[in-house]
């Protein structure tokens, strides 16, 4: 073999720019608003979705801290610019202002794991035009990838009501969206992860043991369980559904002993075969072997198999494709902005006026309103800048201030933002048929004390 | 502002490992086989679907380039090693023989813009048992995202009937999953991309103007357009949907004069707007300004948009979504295995044998078949290694000889080849509507001539 030297692996910061994950428009729109000398106009812009998916009843924000990153990353080097100016994408004078880009502005938002609602202001970016604009496509792929991923972890969580998820989904997602889809639901509760690298960036915990290839390579079953517990211990999970179920499970006994950690079901009828297994296992000793059930599993799939005797489920496609909803359709829309560069120009409401794709104009703050008995009631969204009443908790926190990172937070916050944040919602939010938002979005002037 | 430094992007090769962007399981696998002395067993692994997304007509190879330059990248640096071992994934023997990995097997398959369907051995992986179970998340990864998206892609071009696709799809989807999308999308057929990462890396032609917000920035929509055409000359493109379309067409021709490049909606009804736009246009004489439609366009509303005056389509979500079917949900299965590390063992075919999800062990290779038309007519799929015949196409092609890459080619040969695969099948495979597999598959032990 011959040894090539590679470079590791960036370490969790990116190390390169993420300039170029843009849209060509968004350089066009800057360098005809730095002639027309509307750049420098301050300007506010918001994320937020104007629908959840069809029946959905939640959304779940993720993928802030990843974005915090990528936005720090955002410089123009000279091989992105020599880009845009030897392809015509932007004259000389707008490379020279992208040499020196870096993001000056605030940017606030709901933190990662809180749920959000139609509406919702998820993130508020306020900035000079040209700075702002410039963030659009590399926010809204970023929130609109790992919301959706989320959100539908979300949903395979509480219908597992407390058995845990392992997401396996990497194959069935571009390689590195599968990273972030693995991050996504670790935020959302999943337990763990297949994928080696969000263990390595992000520190969740990974799992796996053997699959069908690893059976069939060995001379037998026997053989391929032997090998396994030979190099993973009596504690590993053997994978039972190549050849006949019940055999295998009777050879996993025999051969690890009634303390084999789980066996593995990945085909067939799930709930039944998990039945068979569960009573062949006790009836064999190994009443603490656990059931992993695997096999094109998504929310309502786990949700039918609550009386099955499965300990853990593992999701791969459903989840990495938001189980219907791969993108959470999230916009970045301009809201507000001054009338001139002045930096102390007033900002006013800007909203377009076309049918079909409403928005609508200001900047806006929210809280989550909850009732006497702590159950959230409504998002109330407000244009104005008034404290909020006693029962209601505001929701966006600052990301970034003055060009500075300050939301950074451990993953593990997020996740139990997210836990907090579902308990805080009626019952009726946990549903997984289709319905209507759990809450509605009130729109308001000024937030008012409830 | 402050300065930091940052590296530009990487170039073409990613200059890091991919060899984490993998299952927990692959390494657990390759340590109890390595202990078992299985490691070295020759194996095959082919890449096939089982179906295509449901009603789909034919399935569209994408990824193939991508997936090579990852396999040369494929690499346990450092820092990988010292994340597995640290974190008990593999144990330090193991680690000892991932320092030293290299693919040295051979991969043969369907070259990218290739069509296939259900049961084409699209990817075929032969090598010791080690080295091809590795490979398994990272090849589906590639090529399920790719494959899917191109896929989509592919009717949406067929049904634009000859006139030109923006893809524009970046903010629905993961940010380095957009760069892809519009590689696989330019396969397809599509003639540019909004995503500059993907025009940097791949040269593909990248596009765009301006967006709502860029004449809500200014004082007017003729303040606006008027910004635009000092920047980006008359042959732009101009938005015409921010208040009144009417409005903005008369304004547009009366600032840039006849020879406007375009106008562009986003909102609406696309075809009556079109329509209107168009005469419009004509009645003030600007008779060669295009009309490009954008809006949550997908095949069907493209096709509907027949016979509209529009002159080109944006294409966003449906195309990063694989409009409908977000992956491809190829599997990777070994099909045949050595007996024993002798690398002259004969290899024997191998299948998992169980309900539901079906596999045909053995080595493959597969022709399309077309008739005295020249139209295909079955895809033919074989175990035995028979020459082909006449009118009969060979399918897979040399990809990695000894551990080299040795398929590298232009994207525009991936891009000429899906028009030509796409020409030879029959008309119904055009066909928007839910619908079979163009062609059936058809699985013999040896090729026949026909």
Redesign the interface.
Known sequence: ????P?????LVDL????A??????????L???L??G?AG?R?V?EVFARRLPAGRRYGVVAGVGRLLE?IE?F?F????LE??TS?G?VDESTAQWLA???F?GDIHGYPEGECYFPGSPILTVEAP?GEA?LL???V???L???SAIASAASRMVNAAGGRPLIE?G???????????AARAAYVAGFATT????A??RYGIP?????????T????SER?AF???L???GEGTTLLV???DVERAVRTAVELAGPRLGAVRI???DLAVAAGRVRALLDSLGARDTRIVVT?DLDEHGIAALAAAPADAYGVG?AL???SGA??A?LV???VA?A?SPDPDAPLRP????????PTRGGRKTAVRRLDAHGVACAEVVSTGELPAGPRDRLLPVPLVRG?EVVGREPLEAARERHAAALRELPATALQLSDGEPAIPTEFIDEIVFP
């Not at 073999?1 to 090539?4: A, G, I, L, Q, S």
């Not at 297949?194 to 690298?197: A, G, H, I, K």
């Open positions: 073999m011959v040894h090539t590679v470079r590791s692996l960036p190390g390169y720019s993420t170029l994950l843009t849209d060509h428009y968004e350089l066009t729109m360098q005809a608003a002639r027309s509307t106009r300007a812009f990528m990353q410089r080097g000279e091989r992105e880009f845009l392809r994408v020196g880009y870096r000056s035009f604009v659009e496509t590399l809204l792929s970023v609109n990838h790992d396996m990497s194959r069935r997602t571009h390689e590195a969206a599968g990273v972030a297949s994928n080696l690298e263990g390595r990974t799992a796996g043991t053997s699959a069908h290839a690893f069939l390579l060995h001379d053989h032997q090998s396994q030979e190099s993973l559904d190549t050849y990945d085909s067939g096999g496609t990495v494709t938001g791969p993108t359709a970045y829309k301009m902005r009338d800007v909203a377009k006026r076309s049918v079909g794709k060009g």
